[in-house]
């Protein structure tokens, strides 16, 4: 029988009774569980097979709740959730002590957010803790964006996914941490780095995957290979060279709009055909599952532009191509 379910009731429950449940969110299903709950933490990280000193996202229903959760809220932090929230930023503040280490891998930090999905508010609002939420995938593999993906991997060791629909970003939310009060980036994501320099100026990226050689402990989950298929994957600026010098193989070409005419690509699919960098953001995790799923010999990702969710694109294939 299917674990997926629309069944917002049988989700309170679970979770009450401090089993964990994936759920939607505007980004990727995380899978879920309440934050006071050892019990519900430890299957979380057991479930995922993730590291304990790698630390979860704290989902609140509302901006009102975020006092509870952290010492300080600075000023930038505040301009930025009002702005953005609920939507996909996180922010990386100082912890209250309640907050247990379990959940910030034992740092004085937590990263908390608002979601934006109609289904996961309702059930913010319905449970009286909130719900730590890592995303629905196996420790490095490709993050879920549809109730589908969470079953494919998770099918026997949970018990309920909550079907909220395909995820409208696609990606992860980007991830915001404050050092003296100032905001700097620790994840590129949904929220692209223009719209935030928007509301707080100009903002330093401190984890940029170009620069990084190991994993940052400011923060500790992003680890080079991440996001990654389990084909082997490239990353070009480059198309027909690339095809050309993997000629013999079977070729899975992930392109931003164009159409390449070839004999030798097996399958080809475009993010966006009308050039769109967030409609090509919503397809990326989509896409990859699907041609991880056709035994090729490698998938060929084209380079998005550098500007706008095409940053974010960015980071995210050239962590798929680290094996
Ligand atoms: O869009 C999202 O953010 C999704 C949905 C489910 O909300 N969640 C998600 O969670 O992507 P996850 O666990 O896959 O990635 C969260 C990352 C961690 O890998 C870690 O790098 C960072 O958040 N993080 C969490 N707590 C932190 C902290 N106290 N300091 C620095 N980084 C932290
Ligand atoms: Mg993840």
């Known amino acids: 029988m299917s674990i997926i379910s629309k069944d917002i009731s049988k989700a309170v429950a679970l979770l009450t009774a401090e089993d964990i449940v994936a759920i939607p969110t505007e980004t990727v299903y995380g899978l879920a569980g309440n934050i006071y709950s050892e019990k519900a933490i430890k299957a979380i990280f057991e479930t995922k097979k993730r590291p304990f000193f790698n630390p979860l996202i704290v989902h609140i229903p509302s901006i009102d709740e975020l006092s509870n959760i952290v010492e300080h809220i600075p000023a930038k932090a505040q301009l930025l959730a009002e702005a953005f929230w609920p939507g996909p930023i996180t922010l990386v503040l100082k912890k209250k ?13 937590v990263a908390v957010r608002v979601p934006n999905h109609p289904t996961t508010l309702e059930l913010l609002n319905r449970l009286d803790f909130p719900l730590a939420a890592p995303s629905a995938n196996p420790f490095s593999s490709i993050s879920p964006t549809t109730a589908q993906h969470v079953e494919t ?15 409208t970003s696609g990606i992860e939310s980007t991830i915001i941490g404050f050092e003296n009060d100032e905001p700097m980036i620790y994840r590129l994501g949904s929220k692209s780095l223009e719209d935030i320099e ?8 401190k984890n940029s995957v170009k620069s990084q050689t190991e994993a940052i402990p400011d923060a500790p989950g992003m680890l080079e290979r991440h996001y990654a298929p389990k084909t082997k994957t490239i990353l070009t600026t480059n198309i027909l060279e690339s095809i050309n010098l993997h000629k013999n193989k079977r070729i899975g070409l992930l392109t931003f709009q164009s159409e390449i005419d070839h004999p030798n690509i097996e399958v080809q699919i475009a993010l966006s055909t009308s050039g769109v960098l967030v409609e090509s953001a919503s397809n990326l995790y989509d896409v990859l599952h699907q041609l991880d799923k056709m035994h090729l010999d490698i998938i060929i990702a084209e380079e998005f532009p550098d500007y706008g969710l095409g940053k974010s694109i960015n980071d995210r294939l050239t962590r798929a191509t680290k094996h």
């Open 153 to 167: 991997y998770f099918k026997d060791a949970i018990k309920m996914v909550l079907d909220g629909g395909a995820c």
């Open 198 to 205: 928007a509301i707080v100026g100009t903002i330093e990226i």
């Open 97 to 109: 002590g309640i907050i247990p280490d379990l959940i910030t891998g034992g740092k004085d930090t």
